[in-house]
């Protein structure tokens, strides 16, 4: 028997507009898009953020191009989750076929997605014809409240609270449930209670966290947004297994969104913060979560041979300290051999001997982790960092 697995990827976690600013590279920079591929090969795309070009340029047709139908439920109608669409390269093969969900807009009418597709495609905004576009696209208008079927998945939409509307969606497939809450502001009684019909019992739970817990009192009261202190009252309220910090603002720094999943972490357990290429898989076998992003980032790397100390945290939580060899390095960051496996997205001290003018010196960096190979060497999980001074 073979168990169900589900694979959530991350191709956009930034809101309301992309950053290209350095000091963001490590989460990432472009705009909401996600997709989930269900155990029965269904492939969802939440959300036609400036993450979804990429998801084109690295296009895998589903069901190994036989039945290629992509299911594309759009939370709402804000820029950053709607300006992929022209720049998705799928869109203008004629073998594919995409089902658009999305609520009608009391600013549009019917037809509310095709029309935005029609703006955003019209001169002189977008210099291709929408003629081009020779994918079949299907539209369907999904209202909240709303549950429905997809291959041997559920649907379930809810509205939140966020200006001019903004749809929660809670995928329920064999491997796992997944609630995908972005764009909301807690204090909306009704609205509030939707958010945790979504969230509950979910696997992976993931909500806005764009502004902090005292901007969301004061200066970003009333702009649509929530806080990672909401996330984790919803996530402990719900009995939601993981929390996904979600939405970080343009003006957060990956050190900010650092120190927003540290505290976020000594609330709840089991928490992550989006970052671009993140991989979550569903059912898999004995394991909880598992998160990764790939290796891509780190390019330029070298072999090397330098002895190190390193500190950290591990998945249970505790401290530990162990000696190794560095073996492979670039100039943003490492691969370590370790026998301790350390939690993901935490900090590593690494002290590393490096041959000087006057001899062996001690070089002190600062990793973060993003990215734990296990099975690799018996006893030892190879374990990717970022430095980070
Ligand atoms: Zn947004
Ligand atoms: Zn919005």
């Keep these: 028997m073979t168990v169900p697995i589900a694979k959530l990827s991350f191709w956009g976690v930034r809101g309301s507009t992309p950053t290209v600013d ?30 979804l070009r990429m998801l084109g340029s690295r296009w895998a047709a589903p069901n190994g191009g036989k039945a290629p139908e992509t299911h594309i439920l759009v939370t709402h109608y804000h820029w950053d989750h709607i300006q992929g669409i022209p720049f998705f390269s799928p869109l203008y093969a004629e073998n594919n076929e995409f089902h658009f969900y999305s609520f009608r807009s009391k600013f549009l009418g019917r037809d509310s997605l095709k029309q935005v597709f029609e703006a955003q495609m019209a001169l002189p905004y977008f210099p291709v014809d929408m003629s081009a576009m020779s994918a079949k696209r299907k539209f369907k208008e999904v209202d909240a409240g709303d549950s429905f ?13 966020h200006p001019q509307g903004c749809l929660g969606f809670r995928i329920e497939t064999p491997a796992g449930t997944v609630a995908y809450a972005t764009d909301n502001e807690p204090g909306d009684a009704k609205l509030d209670e939707n958010l945790r019909e979504l969230a509950a019992g979910a696997d992976i739970f993931i909500n806005d966290a764009q502004f902090t817990p005292e901007q969301l009192e004061t200066t970003r009261k009333g702009w649509g947004h929530s806080s990672w202190l ?35 972490r000594e609330e709840f357990d089991s928490v992550f913060a989006a970052s671009e290429g993140m991989v979550i898989t569903l059912g898999a076998p004995g394991d909880k979560v598992q998160a990764h992003m790939p ?7 070298r072999e ?11 998945e249970g939580g505790k401290d530990f300290e162990e000696e190794t060899i560095v073996r492979d390095i670039s100039l943003q960051g490492a691969l370590i051999s370790l026998k301790h496996l350390p939690r993901l997205q935490s900090e590593l001290q690494v002290t590393m001997e490096a041959p000087g003018a006057d001899g062996v010196q001690a070089m002190n960096l600062r990793g973060y982790v993003v990215r734990i190979d296990t099975g690799t060497e018996k006893g030892h999980v190879a374990v990717g960092v970022v430095f980070t001074d």
């Excluded at 989460?27 to 400036?50: H, K, R, S, V």
């Excluded at 343009?250 to 650092?258: I, Y």
């Design 149 to 161: 079927k997809v291959g041997e998945n559920k649907v379930t939409a809810r509205w939140l609270n």
């Design 304 to 314: 090397a041979q330098f002895h190190a100390k390193v500190c950290g945290v591990t």
């Design 230 to 264: 909401e996330g984790t009252k919803v996530a402990r309220q719900t009995g939601a297994k993981t929390l996904v910090l979600f939405h970080h603002d343009p003006d957060s720094t990956d050190r900010m969104v650092d120190s927003i999943l540290r505290q976020a």
């Design 295 to 301: 290796g891509t980032r780190t390019a330029l790397r």
């Design 22 to 51: 350095p000091a963001t590279w490590r989460y990432g920079g472009n705009t909401p898009c996600l997709e989930l591929i269900a155990p029965d090969g269904t492939q969802f795309i939440l959300d036609c953020g400036t993450g």
